[in-house]
């Protein structure tokens, strides 16, 4: 243990040592804080702090995972087995399992995602016959997960006549009834959605003192990672829970906090002194990851915040180079030097195409990138994007070993009680719901007794919901014996899921179907997996478990490197040699919805910093001169983070003053002006008219607007001249491709070439940018 101690720098040791009382780390990005907590747990274990006594706090499965296996390596993996560390959902969600009957829920509650409640949402408004374009699905969830987070249920929506007040003037009255039916609908399904795993554990640890008496006893040390992006509800939970013995250590950067948006609060750093007393703050300051160019260029700009706790980030890594800073075109321009860049760096410093990644503020901004990167085969990854688990097929499946372990979930039901087609339609459906609403019993109950109901569905249709209904009971016999994959085997082959994927034989039909494999493969890997944990079955139950709290980046087992395209909020704890930080302009990053207020532009500020330092050894910025948004191209203007960041850390790749306007259209078209006939603007008091001269400041933002174009009376060149059929070359947009033919003469003489990925195409020649490779 001591040696490994000696493992860290005096900043990092301090704070590891601490034992007892409350302490913030303020850890600057690339400081290793990560390596502090887990150390710290590791110490406190040697001290003699029992492991069932610690509690460890992440923000992903992935955070947990690591420091877990750090500690095991540590401390042996007997004793890290009795840790509780893991998601802020996933512990909360463990603890409401335990007391579920306290707030009248099932333990075996199913936890809805973000499609399933946006679904049931969109089915009461529906049901309560609301205009859907005022009342958008999406946004009233997005309203109720906000008011959740601010601990503000239905009765205290009630009784807030403010809140009441902006929902009629935003032309929604009816919000609180849509919000109530909601929470009614997931307490009858017995089923909570994340913002729930909060609400009720703060619930739970209010209306139960002994409950919060239990886990205070059982928590005496606390520790929680990331604490800048904690929101007010998880504040509250973690402030209840330290409460008896303030063992509780912080950690995390307000320079780096990013989420506001979806409810973070960055004052809970700021004032995490003013909750404890004799708190000891401790500094780290010392950045591993990111060479001294970087470090410095974040520094610069994470200073123009006002709001921030004071450190100096510094480091002892080499220069490094320069950070690059590119003006393009066009967004496809700007694609195509992203790709182009990462080729040759690929090629020229023999680098995986793992070690890259392309950094944008809106996901719309991936697709030229990824157009690029596909016409020059680089192998990419979104993140962000449709996670595996949110594939139609996938869900398919989900929802039927949901219903098993919960019937009442009313989503699982409504998606597969006609999937494979049973002959049970929406109408049929309907009535059902009508029916459940009207007993106050879920959908399942009302089948299960639909003999014995008043109901106008025919017999044949009643024996069909019966036939479900003892398949689902059968299903739940042979869970009792069998694991997750077994399950799983049993209800893919029973329901008919399979060979209903196999009619369709086009491509996407076999690559729903290899999904599906690949989801059988998963839980079979997860049911080895559970062999190793303590008290662990392998059940279908601790598989849904798993699988409701999984996040995008918890799901890359790709072994094929590949260059990761996410938004900057996900890459957030993640690091590469290589950073390409695309659209800084004005209105799209700082954001145009987030310019309102100064915290919201610092705000932004920070985004951009989190970005910067997620490079280690170079950081490429680029931005446009003209950009579509909502299919318009519109004029760009380079974003005012370019020129925060001190000129000594900057290279710009084409200079930043020195450059010279190139009409794209000849001003032959035009024809002379004639003089004699411009109006002149004569002043009231008759003197010449003065030239106002711009200031310095006007000339460099005209200067950086001036785009570089080729003009058109371009003339074919030596090279271009001199091509032949059979040759290999390069077009900037179309990629790598063989040349089948020469024609036309002069200045009119064309290629047709065949493009590996763009096809076969006639080029101009005294227009094309074609790079012969052999």
Same mark, same amino acid.
């Given at each position: 243990?001591?040696?490994?101690?000696?493992?860290?720098?005096?900043?990092?040791r301090?704070?590891?040592?601490?034992?007892?009382?409350?302490?913030?780390?303020?850890?600057?990005?690339?400081?290793?804080?990560t390596?502090v907590?887990?150390?710290?747990?590791?110490?406190?274990?040697?001290?003699?702090?029992?492991?069932?006594?610690?509690? @460890?706090?992440?923000?992903?499965n992935k955070?947990?995972?690591?420091m877990?296996?750090?500690?095991?390596?540590?401390?042996?993996?007997s004793?890290?087995k009795?840790?509780?560390?893991?998601?802020?959902?996933?512990?909360?969600?463990?603890?409401?399992?335990?007391?579920?009957?306290?707030?009248?829920?099932?333990?075996?509650?199913?936890?809805?995602?973000?499609?399933?409640?946006?679904r049931?949402?969109?089915?009461?408004?529906?049901?309560?016959?609301?205009?859907?374009?005022?009342?958008?699905?999406?946004?009233?969830?997005?309203?109720?997960?906000?008011?959740?987070?601010?601990?503000?249920?239905?009765?205290?929506?009630?009784?807030?006549?403010?809140?009441?007040?902006?929902?009629?003037? @935003?032309?929604?009255?009816?919000?609180?009834?849509?919000?109530?039916n909601?929470?009614?609908r997931?307490?009858?399904?017995?089923a909570?959605?994340?913002?729930?795993?909060?609400?009720?554990?703060?619930?739970?640890?209010?209306?139960?003192?002994?409950?919060?008496?239990?886990?205070?006893? !059982?928590?005496?040390?606390?520790?929680?990672?990331?604490?800048?992006?904690?929101?007010?509800?998880?504040?509250?939970?973690?402030?209840?829970?330290?409460?008896?013995?303030?063992?509780?250590?912080?950690?995390?950067?307000?320079?780096?906090?990013?989420?506001?948006f979806?409810?973070a609060?960055?004052?809970?750093?700021?004032?995490?002194? !003013?909750?404890?007393?004799?708190?000891?703050?401790?500094?780290?300051?010392?950045?591993?990851?990111?060479?001294?160019?970087?470090?410095?260029? @974040?520094?610069?700009?994470?200073?123009?915040?006002?709001?921030?706790?004071?450190?100096?980030?510094?480091?002892?890594?080499?220069?490094?180079e320069?950070?690059?800073?590119?003006r393009?075109?066009?967004?496809?321009?700007?694609?195509?030097?992203?790709?182009?860049?990462?080729?040759?760096?690929?090629?020229?410093?023999?680098?995986?195409?793992?070690?890259?990644?392309?950094?944008?503020?809106?996901?719309?901004?991936?697709?030229a990138?990824?157009?690029?990167?596909?016409? !020059?085969?680089?192998?990419?990854?979104?993140?962000?994007?449709?996670?595996?688990?949110?594939?139609?097929?996938?869900? $398919?499946?989900?929802?039927?070993?949901?219903?098993i372990?919960?019937?009442?979930?009313?989503?699982?039901?409504?998606?597969?009680?006609?999937?494979?087609?049973?002959?049970?339609?929406?109408?049929?459906?309907?009535?059902?719901?009508?029916?459940?609403?009207?007993?106050?019993?879920?959908?399942f109950?009302?089948m299960?007794?639909?003999?014995?109901?008043?109901?106008?569905?025919?017999?044949?249709?009643?024996?069909?919901?019966?036939?479900?209904?003892?398949?689902?009971?059968?299903?739940?016999?042979?869970?009792?014996?069998?694991?997750?994959?077994?399950?799983?085997?049993?209800?893919?082959?029973?329901?008919?899921?399979?060979?209903?994927?196999?009619?369709?034989?086009?491509?996407?039909?076999?690559?729903r179907?290899?999904?599906?494999?690949?989801?059988?493969?998963?839980?079979?890997?997860?049911?080895?997996?559970q062999?190793?944990?303590?008290?662990?079955t392998?059940?279908?139950?601790?598989?849904?478990?798993?699988?409701?709290?999984?996040?995008?980046?918890?799901?890359?087992n790709?072994d094929?490197?590949?260059?990761?395209?996410?938004?900057?909020?996900?890459?957030?704890?993640?690091?590469?040699?290589?950073?390409?930080?695309?659209?800084?302009?004005?209105?799209?990053?700082?954001?145009?919805?987030?310019?309102?207020?100064?915290?919201?532009?610092?705000?932004?500020?920070?985004?951009?910093y989190?970005?910067?330092?997620?490079?280690?050894?170079?950081a490429?910025?680029?931005?446009?001169?003209?950009?579509?948004?909502?299919?318009?191209?519109?004029?760009?203007?380079?974003?005012?983070?370019?020129?925060?960041?001190?000129?000594?850390?900057?290279?710009?790749l084409i200079?930043?003053?020195?450059?010279?306007?190139?009409?794209?259209?000849?001003?032959?078209?035009?024809?002379?002006?004639?003089?004699?006939?411009?109006?002149?603007?004569?002043?009231?008091?008759?003197?010449?008219?003065s030239i106002n001269?711009?200031?310095?400041q006007?000339?460099?933002?005209?200067?950086?607007?001036?785009?570089?174009?080729?003009n058109?009376?371009?003339?074919?060149?030596?090279?271009?001249?001199?091509?032949?059929a059979g040759?290999?070359?390069e077009?900037?947009r179309?990629?790598?491709?063989?040349?089948?033919?020469?024609?036309?003469?002069?200045? $009119?003489?064309?290629?047709?070439? $065949?493009f590996?990925?763009?096809?076969?195409?006639?080029?101009?020649?005294?227009?094309?940018?074609?790079?012969?490779l052999?």
């Amino acid at each position: 243990m001591e040696n490994f101690l000696n493992e860290l720098n005096e900043a990092q040791r301090a704070p590891v040592e601490h034992k007892d009382g409350p302490l913030i780390v303020i850890a600057g990005a690339g400081s290793g804080k990560t390596r502090v907590l887990t150390y710290r747990i590791a110490y406190l274990m040697h001290q003699g702090v029992d492991p069932f006594h610690i509690l @460890a706090l992440t923000f992903t499965n992935k955070a947990a995972r690591e420091m877990k296996h750090r500690i095991s390596k540590i401390v042996g993996q007997s004793e890290a087995k009795n840790l509780w560390m893991g998601t802020f959902h996933s512990i909360f969600a463990k603890i409401l399992r335990i007391e579920a009957d306290k707030l009248g829920y099932p333990s075996n509650f199913t936890i809805y995602d973000t499609q399933d409640s946006q679904r049931l949402i969109s089915s009461i408004i529906k049901e309560m016959n609301l205009d859907k374009d005022i009342y958008k699905y999406k946004q009233i969830y997005s309203r109720i997960s906000s008011l959740k987070n601010s601990l503000i249920t239905v009765k205290a929506y009630y009784n807030n006549g403010e809140l009441q007040e902006a929902d009629a003037m @935003a032309k929604r009255p009816r919000f609180g009834e849509i919000y109530k039916n909601y929470v009614d609908r997931c307490f009858k399904a017995g089923a909570m959605d994340f913002d729930d795993l909060l609400l009720k554990t703060n619930e739970l640890l209010n209306r139960f003192p002994d409950v919060l008496a239990k886990y205070q006893n !059982r928590f005496k040390y606390i520790l929680v990672d990331e604490y800048q992006d904690t929101n007010h509800s998880q504040y509250l939970i973690v402030r209840a829970l330290s409460d008896k013995f303030q063992n509780i250590c912080v950690v995390g950067d307000d320079a780096q906090s990013i989420y506001a948006f979806r409810g973070a609060n960055i004052n809970n750093i700021l004032n995490f002194q !003013r909750d404890y007393e004799d708190v000891q703050m401790y500094r780290l300051e010392q950045n591993y990851r990111s060479t001294k160019n970087i470090v410095n260029a @974040a520094n610069s700009i994470i200073d123009k915040n006002q709001t921030k706790l004071e450190k100096v980030v510094w480091t002892n890594n080499e220069d490094g180079e320069k950070i690059f800073v590119n003006r393009l075109l066009t967004d496809a321009e700007e694609g195509r030097f992203v790709a182009s860049s990462i080729f040759e760096n690929q090629m020229q410093k023999q680098m995986h195409y793992n070690e890259f990644a392309v950094l944008y503020r809106t996901n719309a901004q991936s697709r030229a990138i990824e157009d690029a990167l596909r016409k !020059r085969d680089i192998p990419y990854r979104i993140y962000g994007g449709l996670s595996f688990y949110q594939r139609k097929e996938i869900k $398919d499946v989900l929802a039927y070993l949901r219903l098993i372990v919960n019937p009442n979930d009313e989503e699982s039901l409504k998606r597969v009680i006609n999937y494979p087609a049973r002959g049970i339609g929406t109408t049929t459906l309907d009535r059902l719901i009508i029916a459940a609403n009207q007993y106050n019993r879920s959908i399942f109950e009302v089948m299960e007794n639909i003999a014995r109901i008043e109901i106008k569905i025919n017999s044949s249709t009643k024996n069909k919901l019966t036939r479900f209904v003892e398949m689902i009971r059968s299903f739940q016999v042979q869970k009792q014996h069998l694991n997750a994959f077994e399950m799983t085997e049993v209800v893919t082959k029973s329901t008919g899921l399979i060979q209903e994927l196999k009619k369709d034989g086009t491509p996407e039909g076999i690559a729903r179907i290899e999904n599906m494999e690949e989801l059988l493969n998963g839980i079979k890997d997860f049911v080895e997996g559970q062999k190793e944990i303590d008290e662990a079955t392998g059940s279908l139950d601790e598989f849904l478990e798993d699988v409701a709290l999984v996040t995008d980046l918890d799901t890359d087992n790709d072994d094929e490197p590949r260059v990761a395209l996410m938004t900057i909020h996900l890459a957030k704890g993640l690091e590469f040699p290589i950073v390409y930080i695309v659209g800084l302009e004005e209105d799209l990053f700082p954001s145009a919805m987030s310019m309102n207020t100064r915290s919201e532009l610092e705000e932004e500020r920070r985004l951009f910093y989190v970005a910067l330092t997620r490079a280690e050894k170079q950081a490429y910025l680029t931005y446009t001169q003209s950009r579509y948004r909502w299919g318009k191209l519109i004029d760009a203007e380079p974003s005012r983070f370019i020129d925060e960041i001190n000129e000594e850390y900057v290279n710009y790749l084409i200079p930043k003053d020195n450059y010279k306007y190139k009409p794209l259209v000849s001003t032959d078209i035009f024809g002379d002006v004639d003089k004699s006939k411009l109006r002149q603007n004569k002043p009231k008091n008759g003197t010449p008219p003065s030239i106002n001269q711009p200031s310095e400041q006007q000339l460099r933002r005209l200067r950086k607007l001036k785009p570089e174009g080729s003009n058109v009376t371009a003339k074919i060149s030596k090279e271009m001249s001199g091509l032949q059929a059979g040759q290999k070359v390069e077009h900037n947009r179309f990629g790598v491709g063989k040349i089948l033919n020469i024609e036309g003469v002069g200045q $009119d003489k064309k290629a047709e070439i $065949d493009f590996n990925n763009g096809g076969i195409k006639k080029i101009l020649l005294r227009f094309s940018k074609l790079k012969v490779l052999e």
